[in-house]
């Protein structure tokens, strides 16, 4: 009985007592991520428009997902993050490129603003500028091997992100 009562007063303790919660994003606060890419860089699959890159590995912890339609005006499109500190989904406003003579993105910067998806309601804007290479694949599709394009490779990404 005693056993009893003194699990039950140390549940009842621990219960009433406050526990320390994750100190939460501050005005103006800055965060710098970079895209975790192996030295031969990270495989987007194949080159297409919207420029599309999935589970790009973070520095901090998770990945993200780019996906950019450059050539509208203004261009739009998102970063969706996954497990990337307290990031949820950002919508990217305003976007420009480098081209090579072949019409590859050979880098793109963007801007986007976004929200927190750890309950607090909070917001953030950033910037980010990802860098690419391309090679072109052997075969193609379909009957007589059709058009082998080319695969999309990201050698190099950082976002610098400010919380609002």
């Known amino acids: 009985m005693r056993k009893a009562a003194a699990?039950?007063?140390?549940v009842l303790a621990l219960a009433l007592t406050p526990h320390a919660h994750a100190q939460d994003e501050t005005p103006g606060q800055q965060s710098q991520i970079a895209a975790s890419v192996p030295t031969a860089g990270y495989s987007c699959g194949r080159n297409s428009y919207p420029l599309n890159c999935s589970g790009i590995p973070?520095?901090?912890?998770g990945t993200f997902w780019l996906d950019v339609y450059y050539n509208n005006s203004p261009a739009t499109g998102f970063i969706l993050f996954n497990g990337v500190a307290d990031l949820g989904q950002a919508t990217i406003t305003s976007a420009t490129t480098t081209k090579d003579s072949l019409g590859h993105v050979m880098q793109l910067s963007v801007t986007?603003?976004?929200?927190t998806n750890d309950g607090d309601n909070g917001t953030f804007a950033g910037t980010g500028t990802f860098n690419f290479t391309f090679y072109k694949t052997s075969g193609g599709s379909g009957r007589g091997g059709g058009y082998p394009g080319y695969i999309m490779i990201l050698t190099s990404g950082a976002l610098a992100i400010t919380y609002n």
């Open 58 to 61: 973070a520095n901090v912890g």
């Open 112 to 115: 986007f603003q976004g929200t």
């Open 7 to 10: 699990f039950a007063l140390t």
